[in-house]
């Protein structure tokens, strides 16, 4: 690869927004989301929606919560965004309703073609669908989408979708666990070996 190629690329990339309302959004960052105080979710959602997120209600959003472009993100009714979560979202991420990241999640949009001398960007959009979970320390890759009501289990790598009703875990993450939904209603869990 050829880095000095790269930097002739990066003019192509669509950032989304204007440098001055990236430069405020990273002022507002700095003093809101990166910060160790816990200011109020409520607070850090109205300026989420300020800076063009579409936020839903009851949104809680812990401290040093990392958001690249506000502009491109999407969070529903009373999801939980846990304590160092990073959202690169250099495509848009979608997260649903009743959804919990937790702390030092990863949902990363980006990545680089490192078959292409210029080494460049490549991007595509994460969705975390309603009532999913994503655990502590997961990663998530550019492209996937997850749930409904899946869970990746702690420390996941989630380098392909992961399905309705499944509880996925490991490097790279493999199906551990299927919840299967019940007539009436309740989801059992039955044990399925990964392959």
Excluded at 78 to 88: A, D, F, Q, R, T
Excluded at 91 to 108: D, E, K, N, Y
Excluded at 166 to 194: K, M, W, Y
Aim: aromatic share 10%.
């Amino acid at each position: 690869m050829d880095l000095l190629a790269f930097e002739a690329t990066k003019a192509h990339f669509d950032r989304g927004a204007s440098r001055w309302k990236e430069a405020l959004w990273g002022v507002a960052k700095i003093l809101f989301f990166l910060s160790p105080w816990p200011w109020p979710s409520r607070f850090k959602a109205t300026l989420l929606r300020a800076f063009g997120a579409r936020v839903g209600q009851g949104v809680v959003i812990r401290p040093r919560v990392n958001i690249t472009f506000p502009w491109r993100f999407e969070i529903g009714d009373h999801s939980w965004i846990g304590e160092e979560v990073l959202i690169l979202n250099l495509a848009p991420v979608s997260i649903g309703t009743h959804c919990c990241l937790s702390q030092r999640a990863f949902l990363c949009t980006g990545s680089h073609d490192f078959h292409a001398a210029a080494f460049p960007l490549i991007t595509a959009p994460i969705k975390i669908l309603d009532r999913s979970w994503i655990a502590a320390g997961c990663f998530v890759a550019p492209g996937i989408t997850v749930g409904p009501d899946a869970m990746a289990a702690a420390g996941s790598v989630i380098t392909r979708d992961v399905t309705q009703f499944t509880i996925v875990a490991g490097n790279p993450a493999r199906v551990n666990r299927e919840l299967r939904a019940e007539l009436d209603g309740d989801p059992s869990l039955s044990q399925h070996e990964s392959n």
